[in-house]
């Protein structure tokens, strides 16, 4: 009997453990906005301070409505204020409270989906019940383009697109925010014919969810990969310019290089369209190997330097501290000059294409620019779905009640060509990305540029 009083002891505890007062949510939301405006160098870049106080007065009035607020909806609440600013580097995080979810072995949403300008389609369900894409009409009982705003207005980003890989990447971390854990989901669904459906699912493992989603190829184990297509064509694709895996990655590029070199490779495809971003000393790395023109990541970069700033970077520069403290130059832009890249006895000289998508971002968005910007090559698929000058470089903050993670940009980045036009990357060539195609495993960009290289032959040899 004892054991029994002290286990549900304990499981009350873990759900005191995830309630906090209003006072306590109040306190970490006037902390996410006094960082906004203390650490970002620009933060009302397209919300205004007039707009952003009247936002957050409505937050305010929200929490002193209520006497206490579960982790999930102070996240919800306080990810929508942090979205308003329209910033994909700027960001509230309920991951890594999630994955603690997960290893406590929680179930989730049984469904993959995508999300598109006509709404929420689903790709399958982990039992198999659903054999081809449909178009999601609810989920229990929520209609589902309510539910696909509620979604995206928890989501930081600049362009939809990118909002949209996101979501459908974090769908079902986001149904736990919403949904909590019910029980069973019920699923409302059209067919391509128009025939509607629904249907009950069990929430699953997330050990299930991810074997099926491998299943359909939906996401790729290996962060990157060297292929040959053809006898003088190649695709290098990187996922990833992550410093963590900087000596793997420059190994694997060094080496599909003296691939390239030793196969006779005359045309290369880089595949950047799941590439997140990362360190652009990557970037520099991969540009050195396709090309030994004169070149710069960034025309200028405009860094804000906040006592938070300066406390995460260790800054002791004592000329730098001077500027700033003393003639109150808190934010220094630094501009950049094209320089030589150092040279490379693998350098290719063969045509060059660069694929993107909505999920390229950040550090990949930047080397796309400059591919572009300097005619290096030619870009191929959809608009990136970070912008091509854009804030970023995050400094990482913990709300003090919530525990919940808040990423705040503190510098701004002008693309190589010196330019902002608010776009990400423009493809030379637009192909848009298609789920189902995706799942007949046909790549309509790869194909496209394949074609592009046999034209060129033609050319050639009529020549």
């Known amino acids: 009997m004892r054991s029994v009083v002290f286990l549900l002891f304990l499981i009350g505890s873990c759900a005191i453990a995830q309630m906090f007062s209003a006072d306590e949510v109040l306190q970490d939301a006037e902390f996410v906005y006094q ?26 009035s929200r929490l002193s409505a209520q006497q206490y607020l579960g982790l999930r909806e102070a996240f919800k609440l306080l990810s929508e204020f942090v979205a308003l600013f329209k910033d994909g580097h700027t960001y509230l995080s309920i991951t890594d409270q999630f994955y603690e979810y997960l290893d406590a072995d929680g179930k989730i949403v049984p469904i993959l989906v995508s999300f598109t300008d006509e709404g929420i389609i689903i790709l399958a369900d982990v039992e198999g019940k659903i054999n081809e894409p449909c178009l999601l ?26 909002a949209y890989v996101k979501a459908s990447k974090l769908f079902h971390q986001y149904c736990w925010v919403i949904f909590k854990e019910p029980e069973s989901f019920g699923v409302e669904y059209s067919t391509k014919q128009g025939v509607q ?40 694709r990187i996922d990833t310019f992550g410093s963590y895996y900087e000596k793997d990655l420059k190994q694997f590029i060094k080496e599909a290089f003296e691939r390239v070199k030793r196969e006779g490779i005359q045309n290369l495809i880089i595949d950047l369209r ?41 800054i002791f520069d004592p000329l730098l501290l001077f500027r700033i403290k003393v003639l109150k130059q808190e934010t220094i832009v630094y501009r950049n000059s094209l320089k030589k890249p150092k040279k490379n006895d693998l350098l290719f000289n063969g045509n060059i294409f660069v694929l993107t998508g909505s999920q390229t971002f950040s550090a990949a968005t930047d080397f ?10 030619t870009i191929v698929g ?3 779905g970070g912008l091509a000058s854009s804030y970023g470089d995050v400094l990482p903050l913990t709300l003090p009640n919530t525990g919940l993670r808040l990423g705040v940009s503190f510098k701004y980045f002008v693309r190589c060509g010196g330019f902002d036009d608010k776009r990400g990357v423009i493809p030379d060539v637009v192909i848009r990305a298609d789920p189902h195609s995706v799942l007949q495993g046909v790549d309509q960009a790869v194909q496209t540029v394949l074609e592009i290289v046999r034209n060129d032959d033609r050319a050639k040899e009529r020549r």
Request: glycine content about 4%; hydrophobic content about 35%; charged content about 35%.
């Open 274 to 314: 799941e590439n997140g971003g990362g360190d652009s000393r990557i970037a520099e790395y991969l540009y050195s190997f396709i090309s030994d023109k004169p070149y710069r990541i960034y025309a200028e970069v405009h860094v804000k330097y906040s006592d938070d700033a300066i406390r995460k970077l260790k």
């Open 35 to 60: 960082k906004l405006k203390d650490v970002h160098v620009n933060i009302f870049h397209t919300f205004s301070e007039i707009e952003a106080e009247e936002e957050f007065s409505k937050l305010k």
């Open 368 to 377: 796309a620019a400059m591919m572009k910007d300097l005619k290096i090559a």
């Open 137 to 162: 009409m609810s989920l229990n009982g929520i209609p589902a383009e309510e539910l696909k705003d509620e979604i995206l207005r928890m989501i930081s980003y600049e362009k939809v697109s990118f």
């Open 197 to 236: 459906h629904k249907i009950e699912l069990a929430p699953v493992s997330f050990e299930e969810y991810k074997s099926r989603r491998d299943q359909l190829n939906l996401s790729n184990e290996k962060l990157w990969d060297f292929s040959t297509v053809g006898e003088n064509t190649a695709i290098l």
């Open 382 to 384: 959809e608009e990136t």
